[in-house]
C-alpha cells in the first residue's frame, strides 16, 4: 500500500523553493505557515545545505511572497 500525504484545509503551508542561477529549482521544502523571520531563517538553512543554489523564494498561495539571496 502507498502511503499519501493528505494536507488539511485549515492548515496554511509555505513553498521554499531552492533556485539555481539556471532558474532550475533543484529542492522544495514545505513548511508551515508561520511568521516571516522563521520562514528567513529556513530559507537560510536551505541555502547552507545546498551550494549549488543561489536563492530561496517563498511561495504561498501561488505568489511569490519573498526572494532570499545568498549573502
Do not use: F, K
Not at 9 to 17: D, G, K, N, Q
Not at 19 to 39: K, S
Not at 62 to 69: D, L, P
Request: overall charge negative; glycine content about 2%.
Amino acid at each position: 500500500m502507498e502511503e499519501v500525504l493528505t494536507v488539511l484545509a485549515t492548515e496554511e503551508y509555505c513553498t521554499l523553493l531552492c533556485v539555481r542561477a539556471d532558474g532550475v529549482a533543484p529542492v522544495v521544502d514545505l513548511a508551515p505557515w508561520t511568521d516571516m523571520a522563521n520562514l528567513r531563517r529556513r530559507a537560510q538553512r536551505l541555502l547552507a545545505e545546498h551550494a549549488s543554489c543561489e536563492a530561496v523564494e517563498l511561495w504561498r498561495d501561488g505568489a511569490m511572497i519573498e526572494r532570499v539571496v545568498r549573502a
